[in-house]
């Protein structure tokens, strides 16, 4: 079988080099091209000097569509901001390179137009709001829970450079919430008086939403439904970035027998 041959956008980012490296270490893959403006003109081997000499030497690229040709990669991966993810996404499917997306903060309408874009060019899309195993158990866990319950808030934590709020993995749970009490929709507790504005959080889908960010977390959740005499907790925690790996590997060698944009991980998952 041929290595599948991967570009990494946002190479020099937290998350991009935990990506550079386990792709570096997989047998089945190479890493043709590192693209961030933060690392242009320097080795990769500068933010991931444990890869192997060949990793090492690439050069840190500032121009995606240009990579993406002379790389001729076959699959993008993509942690790097809110503000660039859509255009990274369209210039990969426009070089007929199929995307796996990490960026957190794309909306329902980036979704459908990435959706639009990807079947028109014939090229899939992942777009994973958390690439993390558990965190997916979690978010199938709170949805499995939620007919049974009125009552449910989510508080989500995270580090301090965290750019957007809440984080999509927040966003996408209360989705899957929402879509299962569809038919008998839940309650929000109200509240009289509101002393300091925004203390009971953002509200979507009828789910209150609380955002923490402080040094110390890297990422966590806690989804909670509230009934008479009883409190369900389902928590996620994150210790180490290495935890969104082994779901990375798993889009990049299950993309290319897909269509089409998928939307989170819990599709490649074993039901
Ligand atoms: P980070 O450390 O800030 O890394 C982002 C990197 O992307 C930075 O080096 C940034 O450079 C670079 N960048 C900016 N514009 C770019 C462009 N046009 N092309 C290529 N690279 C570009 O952030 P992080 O912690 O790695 O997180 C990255 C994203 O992944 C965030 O949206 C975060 O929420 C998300 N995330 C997702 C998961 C998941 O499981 N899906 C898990 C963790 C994090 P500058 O510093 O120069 O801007």
Redesign the pocket.
């Known amino acids: 079988m041929a290595l599948i041959r991967v570009l990494v956008?946002?190479a020099?980012?937290?998350?991009?080099g935990y990506v550079s490296r386990a792709v570096d270490a997989a047998p089945d893959m190479r890493l043709v091209a590192a693209?961030?403006?933060?690392g242009v003109g320097h080795s990769l081997g500068d933010y991931v000097p444990d890869a192997c000499e060949e990793t090492r030497q690439l050069t840190v690229g500032g121009h995606?569509a240009a990579a993406l040709v002379g790389s001729n990669a076959d699959v993008m991966v993509d942690?790097?901001?809110?503000a660039?993810v859509m255009a990274?996404i369209e210039a990969a499917l426009n070089a007929g390179v199929a995307a796996v997306v990490?960026?957190?903060?794309l909306s329902e309408i980036d979704l459908k137009t990435v959706a639009r874009m990807s079947e028109a060019k014939g090229v899939p899309c992942i777009i994973?709001?958390?690439?993390?195993i558990g965190a997916n158990l979690m978010m199938r866990f709170a949805a499995q829970a939620a007919p049974s319950f009125e009552y449910v808030e989510i508080i989500e934590r995270h580090h301090e450079?965290?750019?957007?709020a809440p984080s999509?993995t927040a966003v996408k749970t209360a989705e899957m919430i929402a879509a299962a009490r569809s038919t008998d929709p839940l309650s929000v507790v109200p509240t009289e008086r509101h002393n300091v504005p925004g203390t009971r959080g953002g509200v979507l889908g009828n789910v209150p939403i609380h955002a923490v960010r402080l040094p110390g977390y890297v990422?966590n959740q806690e989804v909670i439904f509230g009934a008479d005499g009883e409190v369900l907790r389902i928590s996620h925690e994150t210790t180490s970035?290495a935890c969104?790996m082994p779901g990375v590997m798993l889009a990049i060698r299950a993309i290319r027998d897909l269509k089409g944009l998928t939307y989170g991980l819990d599709k490649l998952l074993q039901q």
């Open positions: 956008s946002g020099c980012g937290s998350m991009g693209v961030d403006p933060a995606l942690f790097t901001t809110p660039v990274n990490g960026t957190t903060g994973a709001p958390n690439f993390s450079r965290k750019k957007d999509g990422a970035r969104f």
